[in-house]
Each structure stands twice: as C-alpha cells, then as structure tokens.
C-alpha cells in the first residue's frame, strides 16, 4: 500500500526537477519516510467503521454498561424462571405468619396474609418485565411508523400526523389510562394494560423519530438512492430508518423502566393488573397498610421494581452516551 | 409576535376538538348504565331513568352528543353533574388546590433542580457530581408513591413536622409535603437536564471568549453559561405544568387532598361525561398554553430566537 504512488506527488516532483534549482528537491520528504506514513496508512481490508461498530466498542468500556446489562439480564432470568430462584409457592399464605419475621427458607419474612415475600418478589417480576417489554414493543412500532411517515412524506401527512400526535401527547398517560382501564373493566388481562399503555404512550417516539427522519432525509446518500432509482418507500425503509434509528433506541430503552412504573402505578390505584396476576405493584400497594408496623413488606417490592427500572435507565444512558460522538471518550 | 401567537392559539382549535372528542368516545364506551347505577339497589322506573337520560343528552346518539356538549361550551355553559352541581362549581373547587400544588412542585423542582444541576455540572466528574447523579437515578426509578408512603410515614407520622394528610386544609404548608413528592421525579429531570447542558456549554466557544476577555467566573457562568443552558430545561418544565396536574391524582391519592385528582377519578367511575370531558379538557388547554409559552420564553433566553 505504501508503494502505491501518490500522483500529485509525482506532479509536484516534476515541477521541482524542472522550475527549482535541483538541491531544493530534498526538502519534499517522500511520505512514506516521514511519520506521516503511520496517520495515512490505512488498511484497505477492514471494514469500514460504522456509528454502531463505533458505539459497541465504545459501550464495551463502560462500567455503567456492563452493570446494567448483568442486572437486566438477571431480572430477565427471574421473570422467566422464577422458579429456578426459589421453591414456596407464593400463593400459599398461613395467616399465623402475618407480618412475621425472616427465617430459614423466608429471607424476606412475611407480608400480612402470611405469604412469603421474598417469592413474591421473585414472582412478581414477571408481569413487571412482560407489561414493559410487550408496551415498548408496541409503542416504538406505532410511534416509529407515524412518526417516520410524518417526517420522510411531510405536507399534509405532517401536519395531520402531527396534530393527532399533539391530541395524544396533551392527555395525561395515568388519567387516560383510567378511563381506557374502566372500558376493560370486566376480564382484564395483561395484554389490556399493555394495550392502554401503548395508545397512550407512543406521541413521545413519533416525535423523536420524526426529528430525526427530518434530519436525515437530507442526507447526500438519500439524494444518491432517489438518484439510482429506489422508489419512495424503499428509501424510507432501507435507508432513512436505520439511520434515524439511534434516538429510537435510546428512549425506547429509558421508556420500558417508564412503563414498568406506569403498570405499577395503575396497579396501585386498582385499574392496572387483575388481583389474580402477582405484580409488584399490587404488592406495594398493599403493603402500605402494614407500613407502620412491619415496613420492609413495601421495601423488598419497591426495591426490586427500582432495581429493575434503574436497569433499563442506566442502559438507555450508556446508549446514548455510546451513540453520541460529542460525549464519547477519548 | 403577535401574529406567531395567533397562529399557535388556532392551531390549538383541531387540537382541542381532537382531545374532547377523543375522551368524550372514551367515557361513552364505558361499560355500564350509569344512569340506572344512580338509583341504587332498588334502581330507578323506566319513567325517571328516561326522564334524567332526556336531561343529560344521553337519549341521543353519541356525535349529537357531543355536539350538544361543544354548543355548550361555547355559550360557556359545561353542563351539570349527575348530582345537579354545575360542574363550573366542580372545577372551582377542585382545580385551585391542584393549580396550588403543581405551581409549589413546579417552584421546588426548577430552584432545587437548576441550582444542584449547575453546581454538579460545574464540577463534573466530582463526589458531589457522582453522588447527586445516584440520588437522581433513585428518585426516578423508585414510584411516586412509594416516596410519598415513605416521606408522609416519616416526616408527617413520626417526626410530626407536617400534617400527614391534608384534607380540608389547604394551607402552603399542608401542601408542602404533597408538592414536594409531586415535584420529585421532575426535579430529577431536571437536575440531569441541567447538568448535562452545563456541562456541554462549559467548552463552548463563547464561554472561552467570555473569560478570556477578563469577565468574572461568576459573571460567565451566570450570564453566558446558564442562560443558554436553560434552553431544554425551560422546555421540560413547560411540558411539565400539564403533567404535573395531570399527574397529582397518585399523589392527592396518598394524601387526601382534595383536588382534581380524586374528583376526576369519582368521575371516571361514576361515568359522568360531563365532568370528566371538562376536567381533561382544561387539563390539555393548561398543557398546550405551557408549551406556548415556553416558546415565548425561547426568545428572551436566547436573542437570534425570533418570532413573526
């Protein structure tokens, strides 16, 4: 490679044998000689960085990252096996061991009915994990779409999109949620709270994807696809959305803790999750009775779904950080 | 100017319908008839229930309804609850003490949160820093209202320092507690926000030219630093007046106040449309005139903003 001949080099080489006096010609250093042969070299066979090649070995140095990559990968594990970190079975409760103390077997003690807590805890991840992974989904492929159509068509589409965007965004998640929650009043499932969360809550990713469409539509290499033939659509899909796609993830990541806080403060006020489904949430607030008297019933709750939503905040940050060139270490 | 806020104020109308539209379909698919529910066990004869349905407009398919509901609104008239309370009375009572509360959480987030997020930011990679970042995390990741089980059992239970309730008394400093928890996970928004843009704006090129021309640390971070770094943190908290409002009902909840929270939620069960589309609906136009004037607001923190 550093054989190859520079050809302005060669010009510059030949102006000198001819319109200088020979003994300046010296002073022009063949590049491969100087030290800068090691900055120009460049291997002509790796591939060619990208923003996400860059991001990953930049997140792979992060401590942040690896603790909130170990612990969402933890609470994952409980959420799909709970029963690999404990065998009571949460839904048996002796009433003689209201608000008792830990013991063998019970780390956690009891909570009022006499139910162990430390299972519930473990059982309760589940419905927490599922609502906020399952409400993630559907608002970032509703958000997504709306927002990339809004952004990349513009005009009309824009402008209605846009006001419906404002519409949902103006009305308080929690306070649509308890309506939308009573409509399913009877037969409430999982996937209705879900259902609720993602009407309401996709305006915040249709905002930032149709910032970041708008920013990236005007990008050379979008002129150069339009330029080779590539319809409408496949430009949207195959190059404007992988390219919009940093932002997307980043405040999907933060969101999902969101959500798990939404689904536990529905599940408090009595709309979210039916009694039937362990959560933390209904844990939580039904410890609030017993927390003069025995308060680690609402601590171990509380803290796993703090844990949890911290998680997911902390990676959503290591994200962004990663993905975004200002703030990247050097 | 004034033609910018005209513009804004209009494009609010297709939003504005949108909004009561939307929640006014909302409580008429509740489930139930929420007419004969008023008449209790025993219920209410055919005769009555007609006549109160006729009152309430709710004989009539659902978009002369609503239509019904909007001709209302524009004579000012928002109509009456199903226990004959105009519900103008409703919103009185029950919106001032919820204004109260969010302008107090709103005052507490943005002093706290500015002020510990430009220190942290002036000192970034420092204790204080590291520190004022966890407790940041913590407060946002721990639910309102398990913060508020825990300060109103602390401070309000066993210390004693505030009335653990607040009830009929809506003094500043009943409130203070409430507003506080209701201001918490805002404040840390806001810290961070803060931190974050001060940080940034530190190695600006102004900053440089600012200090190398002799001006005072503290004149530079007062003038050139914090003011551009408001910018996003004004837009977080115009967004937030609405949401704060919107989002009081866990927090009145815990501590009995009684504002638009626990009146909106009776609402909601009761299946009252009137009172529920009129809270929401002032709920939205609160939200949409913070955000107005939070782009007001651009202008004067940064001068090559401009409206026409």
């Known amino acids: ?330 | 100017m004034v033609r910018y806020i005209g513009r804004r104020l209009l494009q609010m109308i297709p939003v504005f319908l949108g909004a009561t539209l939307l929640i006014y379909a909302m409580v008429f698919a509740l489930p139930g008839d929420p007419i004969q529910a008023l008449g209790g066990e025993r219920g209410l004869s055919p005769a009555v229930a007609d006549q109160i349905r006729a009152q309430f407009n709710l004989d009539q398919p659902f978009f002369i309804q609503y239509l019904l509901y909007l001709k209302g609104i524009l004579t000012l008239d928002f109509g009456n609850s199903f226990s004959g309370q105009p519900v103008i009375d409703v919103v009185a009572r029950a919106f001032p003490v919820t204004f109260k509360i969010a302008i107090m959480a709103l005052i507490f987030e943005s002093v706290l949160g500015i002020g510990v997020g430009l220190v942290a930011g002036l000192r970034k990679g420092g204790i204080f820093d590291a520190s004022v970042l966890v407790v940041s995390l913590i407060v946002i990741a721990v639910p309102t209202f398990v913060i508020g089980f825990v300060v109103q059992f602390t401070f309000g239970v066993k210390l004693g320092w505030f009335p653990p309730t607040v009830g009929g008394d809506t003094s500043f400093e009943s409130l203070l507690m409430p507003a506080a928890v209701l201001g918490a996970v805002s404040f840390a928004y806001v810290l961070r926000l803060t931190r974050t843009s001060v940080s940034e704006n530190l190695t600006a090129d102004y900053v440089r030219t600012a200090t190398a021309k002799g001006l005072s640390r503290g004149r530079v971070v007062q003038v050139h630093v914090l003011r551009n770094s408001l910018i996003p943190v004004v837009t977080f908290l115009g967004a937030d007046l609405g949401a704060l409002m919107g989002g009081a009902i866990v927090t009145e909840a815990i501590f009995n106040v009684p504002g638009v929270g626990g009146t909106l939620y009776q609402a909601i069960i009761r299946g009252e449309p009137t009172t529920v589309v009129t809270f929401v609906t002032i709920l939205v136009i609160v939200y949409i005139v913070g955000n107005l004037l939070v782009d007001l607001l651009y202008a004067v923190l940064d001068p090559r903003i401009r409206y026409v």
Request: net charge neutral; hydrophobic share 50%.
């Open chain 1, 1 to 330: 490679m550093s054989e190859s001949v520079n050809p302005v080099r060669k010009d510059l080489d030949g102006a000198a044998t001819t319109t200088q006096r020979p003994s300046q010609a010296h002073f022009v250093a063949d590049p491969s000689e100087t030290p800068l042969a090691v900055v120009d070299k460049v291997n002509e066979n790796e591939a060619p960085s990208s923003l996400w090649g860059d991001a990953w070995r930049d997140l792979r140095g992060r401590a942040l990252f690896w603790v909130s990559a170990v612990l969402i990968l933890l609470v994952l594990a409980v959420a799909f096996f709970p029963s690999l970190f404990t065998s009571v079975d949460p839904e048996f409760c002796e009433l003689r061991n209201s608000l008792g103390e830990p013991q063998a077997g019970h780390p956690f003690g009891f909570d009022r009915q006499g139910c162990d807590v430390y299972s519930r805890v473990i059982y309760g991840a589940r419905a927490s994990v599922t609502v906020g992974m399952l409400t993630t989904l559907g608002v970032v492929i509703l958000g997504a779409t709306i927002g990339a159509i809004a952004g990349f068509y513009g005009g009309w589409f824009d402008t209605i999109l846009s006001r419906v965007t404002d519409i949902f965004f103006a009305i308080p998640l929690v306070l649509a949620a308890i309506v939308l929650g009573q409509v399913f009043q009877d037969g409430k499932t999982v996937m209705n709270v879900v259902a609720v969360l993602t009407v309401f809550g996709w305006p915040q990713v249709a905002r930032i994807t149709r910032g970041a469409v708008l920013s990236v539509k005007n990008n050379d290499f979008i002129t150069a696809a339009k330029a080779l033939g590539a319809s409408k659509l496949e430009t949207l899909v195959r190059h404007v959305v992988p390219n919009a796609a940093a932002p997307i993830i980043v405040v999907a990541t933060v969101s999902l803790g969101t959500f798990i806080v939404a689904e536990a403060t529905l599940s408090f006020l009595g709309i979210g999750l039916p009694q039937s489904v362990l959560s933390w949430g209904h844990d939580i607030s039904t410890a609030q009775t017993s927390l003069r008297t025995n308060a680690s019933v609402l601590f171990y709750p509380s803290a796993a779904l703090a844990i949890t939503v911290l998680s997911f905040i902390m990676m959503g940050d290591a994200v962004r950080d990663a993905l975004d060139p200002k703030a990247r270490k050097r």
